[in-house]
C-alpha cells in the first residue's frame, strides 16, 4: 500500500474528500516526524513506538575502490512495533512468546524457595 491508496482508503472509510484524507495524513505523518526529530518517542499503543536512536561512528568498506571508509556518527529513526501489531502479522509466534511467558514465572517461583534454604545453611557455617 502507498500513500495514495492510504489516502483512498481513509476517504472511502470515512466519507471523506480525498483532499482531507490528505490533510490528516499529513497532519499525522508531520506531527510524528516534528516529535521524533526533537527526541521524543511518539508511542501508539497497539501499533508501535517510533523514536530516534544514535548510531556510532564505525568503520565501513567501499567495495569499488577496495578501501575502509570511516562513516560518522548519526541519528536515525527506529520504528519497533508494538505487541498487537506483532501478533496481527504472526499469530503463531505471537502464541509462541505467550506460551514461553506463562511457563517462566512457574519456573523462577520454583527456584526462588531453594534459594532461601540455602541463605540459612550459609549462617549455620559460621
Do not use: C
Not at 466519507?15 to 516534528?34: C, D, M, P, W, Y
Not at 569499488?64 to 501489531?85: D, E, T
Not at 512468546?97 to 549455620?124: E, G, L, M, S, T
Amino acid at each position: 500500500m502507498n500513500r495514495i491508496e492510504l489516502v483512498e482508503k481513509i476517504a472511502t472509510t470515512h466519507n471523506l474528500s480525498k483532499a482531507e484524507a490528505a490533510r490528516i495524513l499529513e497532519t499525522v505523518t508531520g506531527s510524528i516526524v516534528a516529535a521524533v526529530k526533537k527526541g521524543d518517542p511518539v508511542q501508539l499503543i497497539g501499533f508501535g513506538t517510533f523514536k530516534q536512536v544514535a548510531r556510532a561512528a564505525r568503520t565501513g568498506f567501499n567495495p569499488q575502490a577496495g578501501a575502509a571508509i570511516k562513516i560518522a556518527a548519526q541519528k536515525v529513526p527506529k520504528f519497533v512495533p508494538g505487541a498487537a501489531f506483532k501478533a496481527a502479522v504472526d499469530p503463531k509466534a505471537a502464541k509462541r512468546k505467550a506460551d514461553k511467558a506463562a511457563a517462566k514465572p512457574v519456573a523462577k517461583k520454583a527456584a526462588a524457595p531453594a534459594k532461601k534454604a540455602a541463605a540459612p545453611a550459609k549462617k549455620a557455617r559460621k
